[in-house]
T-cell receptor, first 114, second 111 residues
Framework: EAQVTQNPRYLITVTGKKLTVTCSQNMNHEYMSWYRQDPGLGLRQIYYSMNVEVTDKGDVPEGYKVSRKEKRNFPLILESPSPNQTSLYFC?????????????FGPGTRLTVL | SQKIEQNSEALNIQEGKTATLTCNYTNYSPAYLQWYRQDPGRGPVFLLLIRENEKEKRKERLKVTFDTTLKQSLFHITASQPADSATYLCALLSTGNQFYFGTGTSLTVIP
């Protein structure tokens, strides 16, 4: 089944404790992206990647890191999480033709930072 | 950066009526605009895409229009059903392959 998977789905952690949220897709998509979704603010893009070893900042990259060493994986790293990073996080992927079109989203990771 | 506004946070309509959702954007016109559906606790699901040179796009009971002069897209669901109840998001892609999403409109179709 074609899908985007994220792990963990739920995570409660404490301020300053490094964490990684994994994202994997099995559709051979070039484009991958991370979003956070907050009430009243909608979906905001954190980072995106057009292909392996190519990453770019989105609208809200502060406090996050990403890497794209393999085409299928795009982990999101929080080196020192803070309470304002409590949010619902989505990973997405898309095939890349001349333009990125339809995005496929993962099920989401709900992160709470105490 | 690009700013996107969706007409209202919530919209209630009677079953069988047409629901119309609005998406307005500022700054430059995107190459295309997308609409997604999001159910509670789940990731968004792509519905339709309309390009800047297209006035209208249809898919079954869904219709999207795109007016680059008004910087607006309208999303219509005809013959609405309770199963259409969800949050609908519009999104656009910048020239740099960065996506911007609206905050969404929560649609409730009342039987």
């Amino acid at each position: 089944e074609a899908q985007v998977t994220q792990n963990p789905r739920y995570l409660i952690t404490v301020t300053g404790k490094k964490l990684t949220v994994t994202c994997s897709q099995n559709m051979n998509h070039e484009y991958m992206s991370w979003y956070r979704q907050d009430p009243g603010l909608g979906l905001r893009q954190i980072y995106y990647s057009m292909n392996v070893e190519v990453t770019d900042k989105g609208d809200v990259p502060e406090g996050y890191k990403v890497s794209r060493k393999e085409k299928r994986n795009f982990p999101l790293i929080l080196e020192s999480p803070s309470p304002n990073q409590t949010s619902l996080y989505f990973c997405a992927s898309a095939p890349r033709g001349s333009k990125v079109v339809e995005q496929f989203f993962g099920p989401g990771t709900r992160l709470t930072v105490l | 950066s690009q700013k996107i506004e969706q007409n209202s946070e919530a919209l209630n309509i009677q079953e069988g009526k047409t629901a119309t959702l609005t998406c307005n954007y500022t700054n430059y016109s995107p190459a295309y605009l997308q609409w997604y559906r999001q159910d509670p606790g789940r990731g968004p699901v792509f519905l339709l895409l309309i390009r800047e040179n297209e006035k209208e796009k249809r898919k079954e009971r869904l219709k999207v229009t795109f007016d680059t002069t008004l910087k607006q897209s309208l999303f219509h669901i005809t013959a609405s059903q309770p199963a259409d109840s969800a949050t609908y998001l519009c999104a656009l892609l910048s020239t740099g392959n960065q996506f911007y999403f609206g905050t969404g409109t929560s649609l409730t179709v009342i039987p």
